[in-house]
């Protein structure tokens, strides 16, 4: 049982179904493994995951093709039920349940898909309405909930087009409303931006960090995509071969990242491959007369503004060169790499080094130019 939670309902065998919580959990994955069996030898596509995902917060999960990605997302809402291990959403323990229990409780977990998965002879309208349909609504009551997310995803003038009338991202934001219709608490994004080119990616990501602020909706995005995550995560797992390796907060991860696959994941983003101009240096790790130091600089929130080098510069009568520098955006918090050759006295670059040390900053030394 999730920490925090108390057990209200109970069956006959002794197993609880349903929970009241007392904490910030909306999902909860305890112990829960996947295997495929088959002639040709068992898969074990998730091994004894532990995961908590808070209320209101975007999760993003990350990894290689066949890592385990899907299969946990999906083991979220049962479409591929567990090996071992419980999974519970919003306080209910969805492993327990029966089927008739399980098809209540999704319809407050929409999803949405890579390739949309419209169909296609319905029009927007009847597209969005189909899962209300199904439920048994009424053509008002359906009414009621279609026009305010045709008006939310922008596609009010669209209603009656066609999903091969639309264009990619138009697919997708139909596949948002339509996960949207049961009055969700919780959206499962399987690879939901793969399929679209970078400008309509960032209009579907502006509209879930969009949907996440209005409606404190729980968002679980399943990508590949490392720009789609420091854009809109709060916090990342890493998985690889079935396991989760690594996870926290989005940006503590990426500019701290402790497994050799998350190193490779977030290399390209947080630039930590060294420029050409530096890879073709002749560089030693020791200091010789005139040499000079390279030295790589990370800066984040605050101090990316900061007039950090200047300030060196003053103190401790070196020259500073910059010969590599960015900055980008994790989410809402700057962070910015320098590459800088310091030049001076031996001192003077030895205390230099100690006075980045000092400020607080990730500093790594490349090495020293002769």
Not at 38 to 46: F, M, Q, R, T, V
Not at 347 to 365: C, F, M, P, R, W
């Amino acid at each position: 049982m999730p920490e925090g939670a108390k057990q209200v309902a109970t069956k006959p065998n002794g197993t609880y179904t349903a929970f009241r919580k007392d904490n910030n959990t909306m999902i909860e994955l305890v112990n829960v493994e996947k295997t495929y069996y088959s002639k040709a030898g068992d898969i074990h596509a998730l091994k004894t995951t532990n995961l908590s995902i808070n209320a209101g917060e975007i999760f993003g999960i990350i990894g290689l093709s066949g890592a385990g990605k899907s299969t946990l997302v999906r083991c979220i809402n049962m479409l591929e039920r567990p090996t071992a291990g419980k999974v519970y959403v919003d306080g209910q323990e969805l492993t327990s349940m029966n089927k008739t229990e399980l098809n209540k409780t999704r319809q407050g977990i929409g999803m949405i898909f890579q390739h949309f998965n419209l169909l296609a002879s319905r029009t927007v309208y009847d597209n969005i309405a189909f899962p209300l349909e199904i439920q048994g609504m009424s053509k008002a009551e359906i009414d009621k909930r279609v026009r305010p997310l045709l008006e939310l995803v922008q596609l009010e003038t669209r209603a009656n087009y066609y999903p091969s009338q639309l264009s990619g991202g138009q697919k997708q934001r139909v596949g948002i409303a339509r996960a949207l219709a049961s009055n969700p608490k919780v959206l499962l994004c399987d690879e939901a931006t793969s399929a679209l080119d970078p400008q309509t990616t960032k209009s579907i990501l502006d509209l879930l960090k969009d949907i996440n602020k209005k409606m404190q909706l729980t968002i679980v995005l399943i990508t590949h995509q490392m720009e789609v995550v420091t854009e809109i995560c709060d916090r990342v797992a890493v998985i690889d071969n079935g396991e989760i390796i690594e996870q926290g907060n989005m940006v503590e991860v990426f500019t701290n990242p402790q497994h050799e696959t998350t190193k490779e994941f977030t290399k390209s983003v947080m630039n930590a491959e060294l420029p050409e101009i530096i890879k073709n240096m002749h560089l030693t790790e020791s200091y010789v007369d005139n040499s000079k130091l390279i030295v790589r600089i990370s800066f984040l929130g605050d101090s990316a503004s900061e007039p950090i080098v200047s300030g060196m510069v003053k103190k401790f009568d070196v020259d500073v060169s910059i010969l590599f520098g960015n900055i980008a955006q994790l989410k809402d918090v700057p962070f910015g790499t320098l590459i800088i050759e310091i030049s001076g006295s031996h001192e003077g670059i030895d205390k230099a080094l100690e006075y980045l040390h000092s400020q607080n900053l990730k500093t790594e030394v490349i090495g020293y130019e002769s």
